[in-house]
Structure formats: structure tokens, C-alpha cells
T-cell receptor, first 118, second 111 residues
Framework: GAVVSQHPSRVICKSGTSVKIECRSLDFQATTMFWYRQFPKKSLMLMATSNEGSKATYEQGVEKDKFLINHASLTLSTLTVTSAHPEDSSFYIC??????????????FGEGSRLTVL | RKEVEQDPGPFNVPEGATVAFNCTYSNSASQSFFWYRQDCRKEPKLLMSVYSSGNEDGRFTAQLNRASQYISLLIRDSKLSDSATYLCVVNIPTGNTPLVFGKGTRLSVIA
């Protein structure tokens, strides 16, 4: 089946630094990718929709200058957490649909990136 | 009313038991429904899609009731490996929106 790869899987950084997370669709093209955030024992919260070749669409309450999204190609989207603070510590997961597949409702998820800001 | 609501559990059941999870959704225009499974500290993975006529995959049976806006997942003959969080997921058909996730129901199968 379709595979989405996310990197890094775990990152620890100091407060004030920026962290970039990459999301790649390995065997399909994705014009749209989705970035979710998950707090412990909570559900996934959609942060933004990443659109290839255009600006990302952010959900209400998500700071676009804080969470920079770039979707430069049909197989790669990046999320950069700028000037990270401890409250940004979370599990970030990207996902994408294989738009050529028959079951276009299914989302494939990356392995997730656990960010810890000290 | 939240878009997708689930009983968070936890459900603690012995091996071999039958367990059922329920989920309600608020948008009557929703068209696609799924159950995802998420293991601790892992990404969610599709368990099964939910079709109007109901569908079965081995020990797992999913049902959809559009009139009541209700989805269910039944697991028969529970295994230890079934322990996970089960996420009810709905496709809200407005533009290119992604799936909307319930908070999940945690299942622990005990030997």
C-alpha cells in the first residue's frame, strides 16, 4: 500500500530554536498533505492543509508564522516549528491521500515526529 | 455537539471476549467512515472502512446507521494484540477537507 515517510521521528531541542519536520509520499504523488498534532491521550487535531505549489491553509487558532509549511513538490511537505517553546512539545503527524487510488477517503500517515522542547 | 464523539474508555476485557465501540457524528452530509487503530506512540493505521450495508473483516464487524448518525465496531474473540486505541473517523465533505477524528476508545485485552 501507499507509504508516507516522516523524519525525524524524535527531536529534542532547546527553547528558541527552529525544528524542521519532513513528510514524504514514497510511492504516490500528493498535491495535498495534512499536518496533525496530537497531545497525550488526545485525538489528532488538524493544524493545516499543505498544498503543492501554493500557500498552506491553516486551521483556526494555528499561527502560520509559528508553524511554517512548505510543499515544494508533489512528494514532499515540510513543517518548521519556529522559535520553539516547551508548549510546542507534542507529537506531530503528517498524512496524505493517494489521489489515484479507488478508496480516496483513506489517509496514509507518516510515522510521526515527537518534539520535545527543553 | 462535537463532530465525532466516542466513549474514551478504557475498555478492559479478557481474552476471547466480544467488545463493541460506538461513535456518533454530527454532520449528516458525511459520506465516508472509517475505523483507525492507533498503538501507543505510533501513527494511526486504517483498520477498516465502514460501508452502508455493514462489513466484516475476520473478527471485526463495522456497522453504519445513517438515520441515527451512528457507527459501531465489534471485535469478537479479542486477542492481546487487539489492545490499542480505536479511532472513529469521518469524512466531512466540504472542499478538500481531511478526515475528522474522534478522540478514540482505548481497549486493553487482558490475559
Amino acid at each position: 500500500g501507499a507509504v508516507v515517510s516522516q523524519h525525524p521521528s524524535r527531536v529534542i531541542c532547546k527553547s528558541g530554536t527552529s525544528v524542521k519536520i519532513e513528510c514524504r509520499s514514497l510511492d504516490f504523488q500528493a498535491t495535498t498533505m495534512f499536518w496533525y498534532r496530537q497531545f497525550p491521550k488526545k485525538s489528532l487535531m488538524l493544524m493545516a492543509t499543505s498544498n503543492e505549489g501554493s500557500k498552506a491553509t491553516y486551521e483556526q487558532g494555528v499561527e502560520k508564522d509559528k508553524f511554517l509549511i512548505n510543499h515544494a513538490s508533489l512528494t514532499l511537505s515540510t513543517l518548521t516549528v519556529t522559535s520553539a517553546h516547551p508548549e510546542d512539545s507534542s507529537f506531530y503527524i503528517c498524512s496524505a491521500r493517494d489521489e489515484q487510488a479507488t478508496n480516496t477517503g483513506e489517509l496514509f500517515f507518516g510515522e510521526g515526529s515527537r518534539l520535545t522542547v527543553l | 455537539r462535537k463532530e465525532v464523539e466516542q466513549d474514551p474508555g478504557p475498555f478492559n476485557v479478557p481474552e476471547g471476549a466480544t467488545v463493541a465501540f460506538n461513535c456518533t457524528y454530527s454532520n449528516s452530509a458525511s459520506q465516508s467512515f472509517f475505523w483507525y487503530r492507533q498503538d501507543c506512540r505510533k501513527e494511526p493505521k486504517l483498520l477498516m472502512s465502514v460501508y452502508s450495508s455493514g462489513n466484516e473483516d475476520g473478527r471485526f464487524t463495522a456497522q453504519l446507521n445513517r438515520a441515527s448518525q451512528y457507527i459501531s465496531l465489534l471485535i469478537r474473540d479479542s486477542k492481546l494484540s487487539d489492545s490499542a486505541t480505536y479511532l472513529c473517523v469521518v469524512n466531512i465533505p466540504t472542499g478538500n477537507t481531511p478526515l475528522v477524528f474522534g478522540k478514540g476508545t482505548r481497549l486493553s485485552v487482558i490475559a
